[in-house]
Nanobody, 138 residues
Framework: QVQLLDSGGASVQAGGSLRVSCNAS????????????MGWFRQAPGKEREGVAM????????FDADSVLGRFTTSQANAKNTVHLQRNSRKPEETGVYYC???????????????????????????WGQGTQVTVSS
């Protein structure tokens, strides 16, 4: 059974750096190859969960929401079982719970997850981490 473990959340001052990570366990190489789209959703207090940054594991292409474009770095490691989200110079509006998602999507569908108003995959589609809290104070 595939399980995603989110880690790295913390409280930081505005301007500080933080990296959150997602590690997939219980996967075989066949399962790993089918989870072609991995990345992060963020849920801010009182708001809906929104796609922030995704990576298409087939070619390493990354997709960022317009609100974070150019300021987040998404990378994969450990035979594609781990996805990192690095952000320097954090801002208070980036506070929220960050959830890792792994799903078998095409590159185009993966990119669609970070578009404004995009819905997360439906129930039963994809795997979610338990979430990790990031708090940025001004």
């Amino acid at each position: 059974q595939v399980q995603l473990l989110d880690s790295g959340g913390a409280s930081v001052q505005a301007g500080g750096s933080l990296r959150v990570s997602c590690n997939a366990s219980g996967v075989t190489s066949r399962v790993t190859s089918s989870l072609t789209c991995m990345g992060w959703f963020r849920q801010a207090p009182g708001k809906e969960r929104e796609g922030v940054a995704m990576i298409y594991t087939g070619d390493g292409g990354t997709f960022d929401a317009d609100s974070v474009l150019g300021r987040f770095t998404t990378s994969q490691a450990n035979a594609k079982n781990t996805v990192h989200l690095q952000r320097n110079s954090r801002k208070p509006e980036e506070t929220g719970v960050y959830y890792c998602l792994a799903v078998g999507y095409t590159s185009e569908a993966c990119r669609g997850l970070v578009l404004p108003g995009a819905e997360p995959p439906g129930t039963g589609f994809g795997h979610w981490g338990q979430g990790t809290q990031v708090t940025v104070s001004s």
